[in-house]
């Protein structure tokens, strides 16, 4: 049963170009995230946020952004996308302390 | 920092044989370990997690031991179907309470009929 929704499925863009995903879940979680899993499968989180405050934010580029309007929503935005990102952009959901993350199908991104 | 080691990168089985993907950690404490499966086109899918030694998880005739002293957390399943092809990852809770999780790098599962 699919409870966190991600568009688009698949996104195809040049080099310096601006992109933006979309991930809503309908679960009332309160913390959603991003990840990245590159084409080794690789997997590694980008951003947390928790009520709309941003708590984890790893080292990645300054072109990525996360948005979030309320808890339910939690957009990426990628200003002047490079070779490198490529890659697919998994959304992910939690509930307070809870063990488990919710995942979406998934963004892939493909920068030629 | 903490990490996580998946040995096998890929593992080609038949239906009804044993599985074995080898899971590793390095951290301080006790983390809580978990296994995620992903089907094609999907996002990986919590299949279960241990938090203290010796600790048995298991769902879908899955199954690993939390164990402290090897830093282990070995995927089994004593007989798979071709239904169980996915990529299967170890993963490490680290600041758990944050949600973030330490993945290992993947074991592709292929099952012939």
């Known amino acids: 049963e699919t409870a966190v929704f991600q568009t688009p499925n698949y996104h195809v863009t040049q080099v310096g170009n601006e992109v933006s995903f979309n991930c809503k879940q309908t679960?009332?979680?309160?913390?959603m995230y991003w990840y990245k899993q590159d084409s080794k499968k690789l997997l590694k989180i980008m951003f947390s946020y928790n009520n709309k405050q941003l708590i984890v934010n790893e080292t990645v580029p300054r072109r990525f952004s996360p948005q979030s309007s309320d808890k339910a929503h939690l957009n990426l935005r990628i200003k002047s996308v490079e070779p490198e990102d490529s890659a697919v952009y998994l959304c992910?959901?939690?509930?307070?302390?809870?063990?488990?993350?919710?995942f979406g199908s998934g963004t892939r991104l493909t920068v030629l | 920092g903490d990490s996580v080691t998946q040995t096998e990168g890929q593992v080609a089985l038949s239906e009804e044989d044993f599985l074995t993907i080898h899971c590793n950690y390095s951290?301080?404490?006790?983390?809580?370990l978990f296994w995620y499966v992903q089907y094609p086109g999907e996002g990986p899918q919590f299949l279960f997690r241990?938090?203290?030694?010796?600790e048995k998880g298991s769902s879908r005739g899955f199954e690993a031991t939390y164990d402290k002293g090897t830093t282990s957390f070995h995927l089994r399943k004593a007989s798979v179907q071709e239904s169980d092809s996915a990529v299967y990852y170890c993963?490490?809770?680290?600041?758990?309470?944050?949600?973030?999780?330490?993945f290992g790098q993947g074991t592709k599962l292929s099952i012939k009929p």
């Open positions: 993963a490490l809770g680290d600041d758990y309470n944050q949600g973030k999780l330490i």
């Open positions: 679960l009332g979680h309160d913390t």
């Open positions: 992910a959901s939690r509930q307070g302390n809870a063990e488990t993350l919710y």
């Open positions: 241990a938090s203290r030694d010796k």
């Open positions: 951290a301080s404490g006790y983390p809580a």
